[in-house]
């Protein structure tokens, strides 16, 4: 059995670190740039005078709205429309990414106050870690870092060599 598992687990730990790698490379930069914006300052004042259930209402608002993403882009893959469905899959989850993780910045400490939250944070915090003690999950971050540094020395390459022209 464990034999059989171990496979699987390569894969789900490979499948999951990329598309978390992916989406969060982009939907960081965009949630600090959001985070310094001076429009939303009135907005983030208000977020953070919410009381903690209204703050669970308003964290799990991108969640219930975008989930249903994934099937629509499923849909649309398999009505043989790749581009639309990719489209739609990645603008879904950077959308929802960006705004679960700046509600999560602005009301964390509001949660933490609702025992349920705590509960299904805490499990979710020990099966993140669970996957990141794996073998799978370190062979696929070696890989991952080698290639970031990678992708980092051909563009430090391409800039000198763009200078000296």
């Known amino acids: 059995m464990k034999r059989m598992l171990k496979p699987v687990t390569y894969v789900l730990a490979a499948l999951y670190f990329l598309v978390d790698a992916a989406f969060m490379a982009i939907a960081r930069p965009i949630s600090v740039w959001l985070a310094r914006h001076v429009v939303l300052r009135r907005l983030r004042a208000w977020i953070r005078s919410l009381r903690p259930y209204p703050s669970l209402a308003l964290f799990s608002v991108p969640v219930i709205m975008l989930e249903p993403v994934k099937p629509v882009a499923a849909y649309l893959a398999a009505t043989g ?4 469905s990719v489209v739609t899959l990645i603008a879904g989850e950077l959308l929802k990414l960006v705004l679960v993780e700046r509600l999560f910045s602005l009301t964390r400490d509001k949660l933490m106050k609702i025992p349920a939250f705590v509960w299904a944070y805490t499990r979710f915090r020990v099966a993140k870690a669970w996957l ?7 062979v696929i971050r070696a890989i991952s870092d080698a290639a970031r540094r990678y992708v980092t020395d051909i563009k430090k390459s391409a800039v000198v060599a763009f200078r000296q022209s």
């Not at 429309?81 to 639309?84: C, D, K, L, R, V």
């Open 132 to 138: 990141e003690a794996t073998e799978a999950w370190q």
């Open 81 to 84: 429309q790749m581009f639309s």
